[in-house]
């Protein structure tokens, strides 16, 4: 069954009935101001931090799940009947309900007996603020009389505390109400130096900003006391729940349309500026007041709009592939890339599935999160290195997370996730291929956010490789600490207590368990490393790493080999995980791609024979799963992994993050066409006709499907917020389809199904635009190019010398 369909032409996901399996979202803004917003209008919105400046409050795991928004309700002042155009919350039976999510936007409408409505939501480029543009037509043949009532619930700035601390938040919420706009100023008259504002473009009938006025005593969003008698109650909240709401009354001749923009706002002021007049306790409105002006004229919506839609063009304008697959089109050129970039803003914070107040920006994850954005914001993504580098502790180590507002490492989850250093190696090899921009390696960056202790970033580098050296175990594999990439593989934890954190409980010393992950994670490291100090004239130092790389590929082959696939790792009475010795768990997947894509094995047939067993062992039609067998019981000594019940996240779901590992490491041994199923398997648009099983958004990829111990095996859950979406790009665009950013250039070095005749793509790389065509002359991977129509050695195309900006590539493939 499907709930909508794709729109590519307009880069929009038409979802065509309100009642989706799960709510399916889309994200607001790009810069500072962002917020997420469901299919029925539900969500939140925040500035910067989602905890820390939530804008509107939004209750996480309600029921239904997706309750409270950016809602309007409309009622017919004759028939005294009302409905929501969005069908939440007073689900009303629609004509015509339709939500298209595009790049950046979302826009709902329908009708209700002859009255139509559509809702536009967007954040404008450069501000902090977000429109709603409604538009209202009468479809009738007689004149209609409405009124309109929008309604936001406001947040009282920091999540965390907003849903627990009620003895103190139930006496602090303020307001103002000056023209017709709602100023939300709580904790404004001492230490915050920030306010929100919604504003109303049409003169008001009246307002409210008292949730329990708006409501009355014991009625949901669903039947809101005003809205049913028809009438606001100019309600001043002092204290309990601020909201903000508008009553417009609208009279329509039969075809007209009206419009009514609603805009919602952040503002800061100085702290000197925070009163007007000074020394009042009147919050001063001059730097929001001719903004809101701007934002309640139509024209600047308009304007705003398209300036958004060029931004995107822009981004996606810079990849764009023509293959014979409809899901990888569509994917590589709109929704994968699309994304990227909200993994880029939000990292792990906050979506339908992350509550933005638990987990601040991940160092692994963000550094990995480079691999699927680089490319469509440089500048952007060198901030977010040294951001991620000024995090580093001086050990070479890494707080496992940081806040954005504060760019701080996170204390309370701390460090000693032994693989996080090298994330920050791959992080800066994919900048430096993409950009060229050897500069950022002499950029000086503390440690730990401490003045004073400056090092260029090259040295993070070095203290990165260092660190797993000076941390090696037994058999001479690197030390797990806490975790290595797999969160919940915790080795040292030995948690027996409920709600002690698998995460930051650590009961063992720490010096027997090992990953054998982070063995292939350090081989590609060196490599990358290499490279880079090679590039630097460093030759000594780069066959150093070179020598420790080869060496440690030189242990996981005598320590880190089960017979037929990778070992996982030692745990902390030195005994094997992820062995045919083990009762349980004894093949994982996460040493079988890495280690294969790291090189570890492909010229003595190891790498052939654990995809082999990845193949028999953890295949399934809905992806590849995690570990096989599922843990049926808890082990003490491997945590959280074996908490899950059979089938579900890391214990032998499908981890859709590291699938891509496995595609890439196919291509590497030439498997084209089993590289693009299995990547086909997982591709969320290709699953949409099973959107029923699936029930995540069919546009972007989720964290996890479940598993085939799974009762719901094929479910998807947790989507958008993951590093499924870089890696998926990268597989596709850099090793399928081979377009691949190098040190010296650009890369062309395509691993397709055999069945394919070819295919077309531009990229924009270094300032020039390539325009690539790869043919099948045979059914090999072997590439012959020629640029510009002159024939070229290897597979790599060096930027013009001439200052050309468009190149023609043609690759043949035999
Ligand atoms: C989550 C975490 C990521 C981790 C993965 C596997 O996606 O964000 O850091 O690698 O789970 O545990
Ligand atoms: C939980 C999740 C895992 C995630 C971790 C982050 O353990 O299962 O996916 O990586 O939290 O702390």
Known sequence: MEYGRFDDANREYIITRPDTPLPWINYLGCQAYFGIISNTAGGYSFYRDARLRRISRYRYNNAPYDLGGRYIYLRDEDSREFWSPSWQPVQRELEGYVCRHGMGYTIIGSTYKGVE??????????????????????????????????????????????????????????????????????????????????????????????????????????????????????SVAHGWAPIGSHHVRLSLAPGETKQIVFVLGYQENPNDDKFDPPGSQIVNKKRAKPVIAKYLKPASVDAAFQALRTYWDGLLGIC????????????????????????????????????????????????????????????????????????????????????PLTKRGNNDVGGNFNDDPHWLIVGVAAYLKETGDWSILDEPVPYDNEPGSEQPLYEHLQRSFRYTLERLGPHGLPLIGRADWNDCLNLNCFSDTPGQSFQTTTNKEGKVAESVFIAGLFVLAAKELAAIAQRRGLAEEAAHYLAEGARMEETVRRHGWDGEWFLRAYDDFGA????????????????????ALAGIGLNDGRAAQALESVRKHLATPHGIVLQQPAYSRYHLNLGEISSYPPGYKENAGIFCHNNPWVIIAETMLGNGDAAHDYYARINPSAREQISDLHRCEPYVYAQMIAGRDAPTHGEAKNSWLTGTAAWNYYAITQWILGIRPALDGLEISPCVPKAWPGFKATRKYRGVTYHISVTRAGEGNRVALSVDGARVSGTIVTPPADGRTEVFVQATLS
């Open 117 to 234: 409505a559509q809702t536009k939501y967007f954040v404008p480029l450069d501000e902090d603020l977000e429109i709603w543009q409604v538009a209202v037509t009468n479809r009738r043949k007689t004149p209609v009389k409405l009124s309109a009532f929008s309604c936001i619930e406001f947040c009282l700035w920091d999540a965390q505390d907003d849903a627990t601390n009620f003895q103190r938040n139930f006496s602090i919420g303020q307001v103002e109400i000056e023209d017709g706009v709602i100023y939300h100023k709580t904790e404004y008259r001492e230490r915050r130096n920030h306010f929100a504002y919604f504003a109303c473009s049409e003169p008001l009938a009246g307002f409210d900003t008292q949730r329990d006025v708006f409501l009355g005593p014991y009625r949901g969003w669903d039947r809101p006391a005003a809205v049913e008698r028809g009438e606001s109650f100019q």
């Open 320 to 403: 764009q592939v023509e293959t014979p697959d409809v899901h990888t089109n569509r994917m590589v050129n709109i929704w994968n890339a699309y994304q990227c970039m909200a993994t880029f803003n939000m990292s792990r914070s906050a979506s339908f599935y992350e509550s933005g107040v638990g987990r601040g920006l991940g160092f692994r994850d963000s550094n990995q999160d480079l691999l699927g954005f680089v490319h469509m914001v440089p500048p952007r993504a060198r901030e977010r290195i040294i951001d991620l580098a000024a995090t580093q502790l001086p050990t070479g180590g890494a707080y496992h997370q940081y806040q």
């Open 576 to 595: 094997k995980v992820g062995s045919r010795e083990c009762e349980e768990g004894k093949i994982f997947i996460e040493t079988q791609g890495f280690c």
